[in-house]
């Protein structure tokens, strides 16, 4: 047998040593650790496009989980449906040395549904590992690889893919062995250190991402973070294929394969709605009677078959069923109104956090589909999903963004209707008595529009139990001993208003010293929110939604009470808003409490910030203003 010289095993040792070393927690630098709760030591993504309708990813992810909020990031699960199956998967679990304590092949991963309870039917499933650390750091070492005939989504990359996450190397790359035109956008990559391995092919490399703090107040992980988009231009769905070019092309390609084909309704529906709709005198009136038609026969559910979960279900099966999820409703109105001659047009958007469709980047995006009414260049929009929404009203949920608007000759990238500061209005009166016991009693009239209105229009669906307790509990919270006599609300759709009316007392709201009583001027709408504090502010401000408040209440006080010394008028002006508060002597039993607050949304620099903070600290102090009255 030939010996192996000495000088060969020591290397071979130390090389194994250094493979170990590199799994453990010790070897991560403090720069890496500073305000992170893990660490991406490597994270390698592989796409290989072996033709339109074959695809690869293969993905290795190795992280070390510093403490417990560092669970989140660990991401030890795959999906896939019938569309996409797994071919390799496992994951290895190491300690904070770099010792393996445990070890799980693909049969050893939990294997759920992706959906939630709320879904009627779907083919998504996620495998997944269900571990529960009980040291810290420890290191995840997870492996992948899936075939996929959908290659309308190629795996966008994100060197980081978190806040608090660091990322010692992360590596994307592409594999296009038959030169298939691949289109790719960069976005916040200056900041970053970024590579581009290779001009000829997608190649690209990031190493020594610090973690990045999330302050609050700020710009959203997608709006900071660098992101890489890669698409085809020509490409498959399910089996079915697609061009997205451009956005005109794109759209097309849905109209023709994801809808012209869904939208026929049965003849007896037709000439109900017809006749539903006969003594209309426009468009618009047809439309309205239509979308409560709509809301009236159906419900959401969500529903995740068909061409990846884009395509809607047909017109003509909600109609039948009486439900359906975004897309199905919203293809299903689209019908209806088409059936009464209005013109209407699916359309994608990004709901829930505010989020643009990229419109320099034609691919499938989007999360939701509402409905488009162009009405002459004053486009009408119709959330298709709720019972309750008025009549051209979104709200937060997809207002102020660009959605692609699917016509039969195209894609048109639109913005949807911003609700700003002012639109968001809240005015609330009361005429409030003082006893001379310290009980107070009210009756308060509030009205709310814009997103003010969207954050309050579905209480009226509550009893008046769960109402009294909505106000003592989430309203009015800050007021003690509040009993509620009466609730009544009105929700105006057609103004897109809603109407609280509410009589009731609280007992104790004023101190009783003495000869005198001291208590808080404004009982009804406290608005105490200070900024959080940062000794060094490294992200911009974000003021997501503006609003404004007006608040005008009336006191009467006891007869054998006078008023002390009312305080000046306060006025805050600042780039971020205005404050106004002023105290107004009526006459010797009467003075009128009035505040006007505005807040402008906008970004701002982060040297902002303190400033910001400042006037909302000024207004919570101003807002527990107090005043005395003393004994005739």
């Not at 420890?138 to 608090?164: H, R």
């Not at 298709?384 to 051209?392: A, E, I, L, N, V």
């Not at 109402?467 to 509040?482: E, F, G, I, Q, R």
């Amino acid at each position: 047998m030939k010996r192996i010289p000495l000088f060969f095993l020591l290397l071979f040792s130390i090389i194994c040593q250094a493979q170990e070393i590199s799994l453990s927690a010790f070897v991560i630098s403090e720069e890496l650790k500073k305000d992170a709760n893990a660490v991406v030591r490597e994270h390698y993504t592989e796409v290989t496009i072996e033709s339109i309708d074959v695809m690869y990813v293969k993905t290795k992810r190795i992280i070390t989980v510093l403490n417990k909020l560092g669970n989140n990031e660990v991401d030890t699960y795959a999906y896939y449906d019938n569309d996409t199956k797994i071919t390799q998967l496992s994951a290895k679990i190491y300690d904070s040395f770099g010792e393996e304590i445990k070890k799980f092949s693909k049969s050893k991963f939990q294997d759920v549904s992706a959906v939630s309870g709320g879904t009627l039917y779907s083919d998504n499933r996620v495998k997944y590992i269900d571990y529960t650390p009980t040291k810290y750091p420890y290191t995840v070492v997870f492996e992948s690889k899936y075939k996929t005939s959908s290659t309308g989504f190629i795996p966008t990359w994100y060197p980081v893919q978190s806040f608090n996450v660091s990322v010692e190397k992360s590596e994307y790359k592409v594999i296009n062995p038959n030169n298939f035109e691949i289109k790719t956008k960069e976005n916040n990559f200056k900041k970053y250190p970024i590579k581009k391995v290779s001009d000829t092919n997608i190649h690209y490399t990031a190493e020594k991402l610090s973690a990045i703090e999330n302050e609050r107040n700020s710009l959203s992980f997608v709006d900071l973070m660098p992101e890489l988009l890669v698409a085809l231009n020509n490409f498959t769905l399910k089996k079915v294929p697609g061009t997205a070019t451009n956005w005109k092309e794109f759209g097309k390609w849905t109209y023709s394969k994801l809808l012209k084909e869904k939208t026929t309704l049965s003849p007896a529906t037709i000439n109900k709605v017809q006749e539903l709709t006969k003594d209309a005198n426009n468009d618009i009136e047809k439309a309205k009677i239509i979308y409560k038609y709509m809301q009236d026969k159906t419900r959401y559910i969500s529903v995740q078959v068909g061409i990846g979960g884009w395509e809607p279900i047909p017109a003509n099966e909600v109609d039948k069923l009486g439900y359906g999820d975004c897309k199905g409703l919203t293809n299903y109105t689209k019908a209806l109104l088409n059936a009464v001659g209005v013109e209407a047009n699916y359309t994608i958007v990004y709901a829930n956090n505010r989020r643009d469709i990229n419109k320099d980047f034609t691919s499938i995006q989007g999360n939701h589909a509402i409905l488009n009414i162009p009405n002459n260049g004053k486009d009408v929009w119709l959330e298709c999903t709720s019972q309750k929404m008025p009549f051209g009203f979104l709200g937060d949920f997809t207002d102020d963004r660009n959605v692609l608007v699917v016509t039969p000759e195209g894609g048109v990238i639109k913005r949807t209707p911003a609700y700003k500061n002012e639109d968001n209005l809240q005015t609330t009166k009361a005429n409030i008595e003082l006893l001379d016991n310290g009980n107070l009693k009210a009756n308060v009239h509030i009205i709310s529009e814009g997103i003010q209105y969207d954050q309050k229009f579905t209480i009226d669906s509550k009893s008046q139990e769960d109402l009294k307790k909505y106000y003592k509990s989430t309203v009015w919270d800050y007021n003690n001993n509040l009993t509620i006599n009466s609730i009544k609300l009105n929700n105006n759709k057609e103004n897109i208003v809603f109407d609280e009316k509410i009589d009731l007392d609280i007992r104790e709201y004023a101190s009783i010293n003495e000869n005198e009583l001291l208590f808080r001027l404004n009982v009804f709408n406290k608005n105490s929110f200070i900024p959080k504090r940062y000794r060094t502010r490294n992200l911009p401000l974000k003021i997501n939604r503006g609003y404004k408040d007006v608040d005008i209440y009336t006191f009467t006080i006891p007869e054998n009470y006078t008023f002390q010394q009312l305080p000046e008028k306060k006025v805050l002006e600042t780039k971020f808003g205005n404050y106004t508060l002023e105290i107004e002597k009526i006459d010797d039993r009467t003075i009128t409490y009035k505040k006007e607050i505005i807040i402008k949304d906008g970004i701002y620099p982060k040297e902002d910030y303190k400033l910001y903070r400042k006037f909302r600290k000024s207004i919570a102090k101003l807002e527990n203003s107090r005043i005395a009255l003393l004994k005739k």
